[in-house]
Nanobody, 122 residues
């Protein structure tokens, strides 16, 4: 089971950290994918971190602003989001799987969190 937290309302230029806490699985054994879906748009894979020691991947839209990590002691995945803008408004999902992948792959292969809303507005 994956439980997400950390979403909310933030002003443009602000920061948020999303968490994805796992139970029943050891996150170090899995890749952690982060997706988002804005209203009227398809799911976008924005970041992924491979299994323990694995590489990190970022979409161009978040490169340099978002940082993905894992807290092994807490069995939790993290997405630090800085310099947020209105285009980042979306529902954010974590999904763990054996690999980093696209939405079409991970929606089948992965365990998904419940989603958390991020709204960037002044």
């Amino acid at each position: 089971k994956l439980v997400q937290s950390g979403g909310g309302l933030v002003q443009p230029g602000g920061s948020l950290t999303l968490s994805c806490a796992a139970s029943g699985i050891t996150l170090d054994d899995y890749a952690i994918n982060w997706f988002r879906q804005a209203p009227g748009k398809e799911h976008e894979r924005i970041s992924c971190i491979g299994g323990s020691g694995g590489r990190t991947i970022y979409a161009d839209s978040v490169q340099g602003r978002f940082t993905i990590s894992r807290d092994s002691a807490k069995n939790t995945g993290l997405l630090q989001m800085n310099r947020l803008n209105r285009e980042d408004t979306a529902t954010y999902y974590c999904a763990v799987a054996l690999r980093c992948g696209s939405y079409s792959q991970i929606r089948i292969e992965g365990y998904w969190g419940q989603g958390t809303q991020v709204t960037v507005s002044s």
